[in-house]
């Protein structure tokens, strides 16, 4: 193709892209939002004194890191009607993108709640004991003493599966959800011109990596700005 | 779904025969992506601890692009896009780039080897300074020392995170399922498919892969015992 039937279909498809992405963001947000605070639960049962409790966490946490990402997709969007249908014999649909956030979630917080532990294990105990002295209750120490110290440590684990997450939900095409890749393999299917439009695709795809690199790197800088820097 | 039918496969052992027929598929792809990203990865490590002109520049490029977009993205592009140009239709190498499995190894062995020699690169990195010193010392040029000291040094070092990259790869090679071919997840599709017994199913495919994922870490942490001996 030349280039000004490209431009061409450019114009044409372009508005089709934004929607596209749109798609792809949206769910890639809502799926980063209930990922955080599912993995903040695993980790604080992972963490928890109460044995079993702990081990069932690491148990689910486990298991949902060794299964492929597509296993796991499959298994939310087709198994909960199934689910649903022995336990009340009705057929309930559940939408692709409630089952692409729950699934990607459930990955996300997988991978984050082992960051999570990490970094609050770093917070050295002498901050809690410190808070303790003072009078502060536990739930108060954790959200205004640990917690802040601990993103510190986190926020590198933490962008980096961000973009991870960013490149699983291509997955959630499949079932459905009319994302970059889905919006890639129609266009490409009505012009049989596959190479051009997953180029297009891979482009958008690697322009959003750019950009949240960037953001997470200016993230890091601020979430670090009052620890000293000894210039030799 | 009656009674009768759903006592005859009462733990969903049946299936399993009909899930294991793809798992030589799932481990001839793992197996030989990994063993060419893993060569690929060495070259291009090599290529940029030396500093070769262009080819430093190309190499950063493919890292840029297959770190940058998904996974299921390059396998698409690989496997569709050829066919847009009558250049790759009347080559010899045709016959190779219509074939889905070939597709799906040359994808994901070029994903895994962007990440690993970002992996081998940060290892080599933190080698420390005074390796290559000694090495300078004893008459030793560059590339000596690289093939014969730092880079055994370096590589034994990658091996745990190298382990969770050969484990992603297996996870990974699920979707070659999404380009026809039949792999454990390809059959687990077709299988649920087929009897609409969804949870089932994949719950038998995922006991095949989360063994799958044992078996390899277990296989890393042997390998890891042997490589890192001298350090105990």
């Not at chain 1, 997953?198 to 750019?210: G, K």
Request: glycine fraction near 6%; hydrophobic fraction near 55%; proline fraction near 4%.
């Amino acid at each position: 193709m030349d280039a000004s039937s490209l431009i061409d279909a450019l114009s044409r498809y372009s508005g089709l892209f934004l929607d596209a992405t749109l798609m792809t963001l949206g769910l890639a947000l809502s799926a980063l939002g209930a990922g955080l605070i599912l993995a903040l639960v695993f980790a604080l049962g992972e963490l928890s004194r109460f044995r079993p409790l702990a081990w069932l966490t690491a148990l689910v946490v486990t298991i949902l890191r060794g299964l492929p990402e597509l296993l796991i997709i499959f298994f939310v969007y087709f198994g909960f009607t199934h689910a649903f249908f022995l336990l009340t014999d009705q057929f309930i649909e559940l939408s692709p993108f409630t089952a692409g956030t729950i699934a990607l979630s459930l990955i996300y917080s997988a991978y984050a709640s082992q960051i999570l532990r990490g970094a609050m294990l770093s917070v050295a105990s002498g901050q809690k004991e410190a808070a303790k002295a003072l009078g502060l209750t536990p739930p108060r120490t954790f959200f205004r003493i640990v917690l802040p110290q601990a993103w510190r440590h986190a926020l590198p684990g933490l962008g980096n599966q961000w973009l991870v997450l960013l490149k699983d939900t291509a997955l959630v095409a499949l079932i459905g959800i009319n994302d970059i890749l889905r919006q890639a393999q129609l266009i490409s299917v009505k012009t049989y011109e596959p190479f051009t439009w997953y180029c297009m695709a891979a482009l958008i795809y690697l322009a959003i990596t750019l950009l949240s690199q960037n953001l997470i790197n200016r993230m890091k800088q601020h979430s670090s700005r009052y620890v000293r820097e000894v210039k030799i | 779904m009656s009674m009768d039918t759903e006592l005859s496969y009462l733990p969903g052992l049946s299936y399993l025969p009909e899930l294991l027929k793809g798992l030589g598929t799932t481990l001839e792809l793992t197996f030989a992506s990994v063993l060419l990203g893993c060569v690929l990865a060495l070259l291009f490590t090599l290529v940029l601890t030396l500093r070769i002109k262009v080819l430093n520049s190309l190499v950063r490029l493919q890292i840029l692009l297959f770190t940058g977009t998904p996974l299921l993205v390059q396998i698409f592009l690989i496997y569709y896009g050829p066919a847009q140009f009558d250049l790759f239709k009347d080559s010899r190498l045709w016959p190779l780039l219509s074939e889905p499995w070939f597709c799906a190894m040359l994808a994901l062995a070029l994903n895994s080897a962007a990440y690993s020699t970002q992996l081998f690169k940060g290892a080599i990195d933190n080698v420390a300074p005074g390796e290559w010193e000694a090495c300078y010392a004893l008459g030793m040029t560059k590339v000596q020392a690289l093939g014969k000291v730092i880079l055994p040094h370096a590589i034994r070092r990658a091996l745990p995170a190298y382990g969770n990259e050969m484990i992603l790869i297996m996870k990974g090679s699920s979707l070659a399922s999404t380009i026809t071919l039949m792999d454990l997840m390809g059959y687990a599709s077709r299988l649920n498919a087929r009897t609409y017994d969804t949870l089932t199913v994949f719950t038998m495919a995922g006991v095949i892969y989360l063994a799958l994922t044992g078996i390899m870490t277990l296989l890393v942490r042997l390998l890891e015992r042997k490589a890192l001996a001298f350090s105990r």
